[in-house]
Nanobody, 116 residues
Framework: QVQLVESGGGLVQAGGSLKLSCTAS?????MNWYRQTPGNERDFVAG???????NYADSVKGRFTISRDDATNTVYLQMDSLKPEDTATYYC?????????????WGQGTHITVSS
């Protein structure tokens, strides 16, 4: 079992920046950020595998940066040039692989509101 604790959400004006953090209780193969708005599915935002292989949703490319600190099992999401449409609850996701079995773990979510 991996527990995830997120922080960093809040209210920001359009064009501003926020940085989310997520600390895992154990090592994960991949760590990702998803976001969800009421009535919609949870969408992939950004992911990092190992120390440097990253992937981003088209909607956030060039504005968001994902990184991780393996010493503390923490993943970060630096969000710049925020837009009102980035308003959502952001969830941290950790993927572990043990003996070929893949497990997904989720944080409790942290909400971001971007005002116009």
């Amino acid at each position: 079992q991996v527990q995830l604790v997120e922080s960093g959400g809040g209210l920001v004006q359009a064009g501003g920046s926020l940085k989310l953090s997520c600390t895992a209780s154990g090592r994960a193969s991949a760590m990702n950020w998803y976001r969800q708005t009421p009535g919609n599915e949870r969408d992939f935002v950004a992911g990092i595998i190992g120390g440097s292989s990253t992937n981003y949703a088209d909607s956030v490319k060039g504005r968001f940066t994902i990184s991780r600190d393996d010493a503390t099992n923490t993943v970060y999401l630096q969000m710049d040039s925020l837009k009102p449409e980035d308003t959502a609850t952001y969830y941290c996701n950790a993927v572990t692989v043990t003996d070929g079995n893949c497990e997904n773990y989720w944080g409790q979510g942290t909400h971001i509101t971007v005002s116009s």
